[in-house]
């Protein structure tokens, strides 16, 4: 059985894996989602929330629960690399789910830089949630955990994946930090990214028709490609 431990991307949390728990029941796979401080976990405004310590979090986690394998959603692919290459992490192995490769995958967390406080960033950021979400679950469902989210924890995030994707490249550095696995459904990527796969021997499982949230609208197709990813 392959313990994996499943990080949700920017603002969200471990509810976004409970469609996929459920479809991965009859495989050989246990999957742990887990809440980050600020993101489901609790936490206060003084707890430092940026990239170090969410991967500190990650590779404590995993040394717990003696899990080698993360599932990493969006910007937790850098969260995930960076605990990856801690050397006390058990960590050998990342399933980037839709992860950043370039600065322009920084599609929401990436503006957070832009706000000179954690309250003006929240919200305008629910003000485009609200928005995006009209007519649409999948983002109503993200809105809404969102606004649960600790602001602070939210804001500091933000900043430091923009100040990381300004300093160095989020691909080279997910590829150097174990062995990856990229799932994706090419609709969603930006051109940078894209280009960038077409440059990179990164193996890669393309997720046809999913949303950037496969684990909630195509559970039953990301288990299966989780477990080809797993096997090749």
Not at 38 to 52: C, N, Y
Not at 113 to 137: H, I, K, N, P, V
């Amino acid at each position: 059985m392959t313990v994996i431990i499943c990080v949700a991307g920017f603002g969200d949390d471990a509810s976004m894996f409970a469609p996929l728990v459920e479809a991965s029941q009859s495989a050989r796979l246990e999957l742990r989602p887990i809440n980050l401080p600020g993101f489901g976990a609790s936490t206060s405004h003084r707890r430092e929330t940026s990239l170090d310590s969410l991967a500190k979090t990650v590779a404590d986690i995993a040394k717990a629960q003696r899990a080698d394998t993360v599932l990493a959603h969006s910007v937790s692919s850098i969260i995930a690399a960076m605990a990856a290459m801690r050397t006390d992490s058990p960590i050998t192995t990342i399933l980037s789910l839709e992860g950043n490769l370039t600065p322009e995958d920084a599609y929401f967390s990436g503006t957070a830089s832009a706000y000179s406080s954690a309250s003006t960033f929240r919200q305008a950021f629910l003000s485009r949630l609200s928005e995006m979400a009209q007519g649409d679950r999948i983002l109503s469902r993200y809105k809404c955990v969102v606004e649960r989210a600790n602001p602070d924890a939210l804001w500091q995030l933000g900043c430091d994946a923009h100040r990381f994707s300004s300093m160095q490249n989020p691909g080279e550095h997910l590829e150097a930090a174990a062995k990856v696995r990229y799932l994706y459904n090419p609709a969603n990527l930006p051109e940078a990214s894209l280009e960038w796969l077409a440059s990179h021997a990164l193996p890669r499982f393309e997720l046809p028709g999913a949303s950037h949230w496969a684990s909630i609208d195509q559970p039953d197709q990301l288990v299966n490609t989780i477990l080809e990813a797993l096997d090749t």
